[in-house]
């Protein structure tokens, strides 16, 4: 059942047009005012709009315009008796799907609803579809098979659509502000801007200006008005890098606008209504924040609602390899590195094995670093940074691995050589390798290693 209003300020010719409408089975609505509609639209827009020309306060042009701003898949029909054929022609421009002449013919006007459903709903469909190729597109950006960040990519599907705030927790340089990309691509407002806000990198005495905006005259400097970005974000999505970072004093006035929708800038007494969605990140524990007194109770919770935790490379596994070809596919690509085609044996089992506490940011420079490097078709041991080439690994016996190696061979290699560097501990061996202890056993138990009672965990 779709949702049709009828806008005339003759209630009589509103109620007619209803009455022609009534046994297509339509959920129909009729306002004498085109303000009423607009307010109602926000709430659940309509499918289609029949709506009169010649209004008081706003014509059926500039009704079609407002409206198209909040729900672009709604399509138009104008019944009027006073436009002329140069504003038939205008609101057709405008994508109005036709003009009947008051009082129109109840067939005529039946028939031209029934197509304005129709390419309504083909607005929609093709709108999903985008959305949905943009996701799929956009996902691909996001490397990782790990179940670890598998699990956080499900999330992400999830919570993409849903509108509501998210809050990316996870140690520096673990990816969330490509997350946080995945998150907007896959929402109903992919279309609308993304703005990204870097809390840290903005002195505290600035940072109100920048998020809220500020008078002509607000404070020395300030030779012309200016928006905030909550402003420049109307309609799609504010990423707030770093929140963790803001002072107390900026905590009490963002809490404001979360609660309320509402921003005032510096030097104004009015507010003007955001409609935002909030992603925001930090590295920080803002639980332990909170109970030493550094970030407000009420703003944590504000923004915890939908928490998303981003794992760090260590645990990732072999995502490690999968990201490290990404990076160097990027090398080839963008800065002309052909002659590098991929890894050796050695450097592979070094990526695997080092613990990575910088995380995606850190592999992306060795990836970097080695390509600029590399003299041949492969990225060496000795091309990979010092600290990459100990594989994380304190002093201990020395990593040799055959002049050719499978990827699966140099694995094996690399568990014995972790375990005999942690002396059997297999806890302190997965440490090591960056994995977690299950996953060591597992693949312990994959080679046909049988598990004492008396191993040392």
């Known amino acids: ?188 407002r992919a279309e609308r801007r993304l703005v990204k806000v870097h809390c840290a990198a903005i002195p505290a005495t600035l940072l109100e200006s920048e998020l809220f905006g500020h008078a002509r005259g607000a404070f020395t400097g300030a030779i012309r008005e200016k928006p905030g970005l909550f402003e420049a974000a109307d309609g799609g999505t504010i990423f707030l890098d770093e929140l963790g970072e803001i002072p107390q004093e900026m905590q009490v006035k963002l809490l404001r606008v979360l609660q309320t929708g509402e921003v005032q800038r510096i030097g104004e007494t009015k507010t003007r209504r955001v ?11 803002l639980e332990v924040e909170v109970a030493q007194g550094r970030f407000r109770e009420d703003l944590f919770y504000r923004l915890n609602v939908i928490p998303l935790p981003i794992p760090p490379l260590r645990l990732r596994g072999d995502d490690v390899l999968l990201l490290a070809q990404r990076f160097l596919e990027r090398e080839r690509t963008e800065r002309g590195r052909t002659q590098v085609e991929g890894f050796s044996p050695e450097a592979l089992a070094a990526l695997r094995a080092h613990a990575w506490p910088g995380n995606v940011r850190e592999l992306e420079n060795a990836v970097e670093r080695a390509a600029a490097l590399a003299e041949g078709p492969l990225i060496g041991l000795d091309d990979l940074p010092e600290a990459v080439r100990g594989g994380g690994a304190a002093a201990g016996p020395e990593l040799a691995l055959p002049e050719s190696v499978t990827l699966a061979e140099a694995e094996r290699i ?44």
Request: glycine share 6%; hydrophobic share 50%; proline share 5%.
């Open 1 to 188: 059942m779709a949702l049709v209003f009828i806008v005339d300020d003759d209630p009589v010719m509103a109620e007619a047009v209803a009455a022609a409408l009534a046994r297509e089975g339509h959920e129909l609505r009729t306002f004498t005012r085109p303000a009423e509609a607009l307010e109602a639209s926000t709430a659940e827009p309509p499918a289609a709009v029949v709506t009169d020309f010649a209004m008081p306060g706003m014509n059926g042009l500039e009704f079609v315009l407002a409206l198209r701003e909040r729900a672009p898949d709604t399509t138009f029909l104008v019944v009027s008796g006073q436009a002329t054929v140069e504003d038939a022609v205008n609101l057709m421009k405008h994508g109005v799907v036709d003009v009947l002449v008051k009082p129109p013919r109840a067939a005529a006007l039946r028939k031209a609803v029934a197509l304005a459903l129709t390419q309504h709903q083909l607005a929609a469909e093709n709108r999903r579809l985008r959305h949905a190729l943009r996701g799929r597109r956009q996902l691909t950006r996001v490397i990782g098979a790990s179940p670890a960040f598998e699990q956080v990519l499900r999330m992400v599907e999830k919570v993409a659509p849903t509108g509501s705030t998210v809050l990316l927790t996870g140690e520096t340089g673990t990816g969330k502000e490509v997350i946080a990309d995945a998150i907007h691509e896959l929402s109903p």
């Open 414 to 457: 690399l568990i014995r050589h972790a375990m005999d560097a942690a002396g059997g501990n297999k806890k302190e061996a997965a440490r090591r390798l960056g994995i977690g202890l299950a996953t060591l056993y597992r693949k312990l138990a994959a080679e046909g290693e049988a598990l004492a009672d008396g191993d040392t965990a």
């Open 275 to 285: 409609d935002v969605r909030v992603i925001a990140a930090t590295h920080r524990d």
